[in-house]
């Protein structure tokens, strides 16, 4: 993905109209849209070739099964048009690895969850994060997924994985902060509802943008 603006837009919404509508008038002041099933169920898998059209799309599909499955899953991901797939890394070294290499077949990029950004990852995620982090690194993708609602944590796995990209969602709706979350050492934050719920939904995206950019 290019690295202009550093915000990508999960678009939530569950309206196909709607979500193409928002994307196209947001597109300048995105790097990337994220879409996952809530759209994808509504408007079917072909969504993410119809918002390619304005911005590289990002399946969030939080890929959590056994390696043939993921490979499947992501095979119809790429097809349909992603520029990237999000994967789990729970569910261990093997699936892990058959969806990097799916990945590179394709050329396309895979990311992995360490930590999610809703207060009950704490309960169960926070303490093996570190562990997916070096394993998702281990295992060759290209960046992992890390929460804006815990810039700490951000840090934490920024300083285990390395060059590898971070996107980091919960900013805005959520509590997390775009400036601190960039700081923490992010490469990009997801925002949702802060953008597709506004009354104006391009004002909101600049104005989130031009935070990013402010950031020393």
């Known amino acids: 993905m290019k690295k202009d603006t550093r915000l990508i837009l999960a678009m939530d919404v569950t309206d196909k109209d709607a979500a193409l509508d ?3 008038k947001t597109a300048p002041y995105l790097d990337a849209v994220k879409v996952g099933y809530p759209l994808v169920l ?6 993410i070739s119809d918002l390619a059209r304005f911005a590289p799309v990002i399946a969030d599909l939080k ?3 056994i390696p043939n499955t993921d490979r499947l899953i992501l095979q119809q991901a790429y097809r349909a048009g992603a520029e990237a797939v999000i994967v789990h890394a729970f569910t261990g070294r093997d699936s892990l690895e058959s969806c990097v290499a799916e990945a590179g077949i394709w050329g396309r990029d895979v990311f992995a969850v360490t930590e999610m950004s809703h207060p009950g990852a704490a309960d169960f995620m926070a303490a ?3 562990d997916m982090a ?12 890390a929460p804006a609602t815990r810039p700490e944590r951000v840090k934490q796995i920024r300083d285990i994985v390395g060059d590898l990209t971070i996107i980091s969602p919960g900013v805005g709706a959520q509590g997390g902060s775009a400036g601190d979350t960039i700081q923490a050492g992010a490469d990009y ?3 949702g509802r802060s953008i597709y719920q506004s009354p104006d939904p391009a004002a909101a995206a600049k104005q989130i943008a031009d935070e990013i ?3 020393p």
């Open 189 to 191: 934050v997801i925002v």
């Open 134 to 145: 070096r394993m998702a690194a281990d295992c060759g993708v290209n960046g992992v997924v």
């Open 128 to 130: 093996p994060a570190e």
């Open 42 to 47: 509504v408007a079917g898998v072909d969504i």
């Open 213 to 215: 950019v402010s950031v």
């Open 63 to 65: 890929v959590a099964d």
């Open 22 to 24: 928002i994307t196209e």
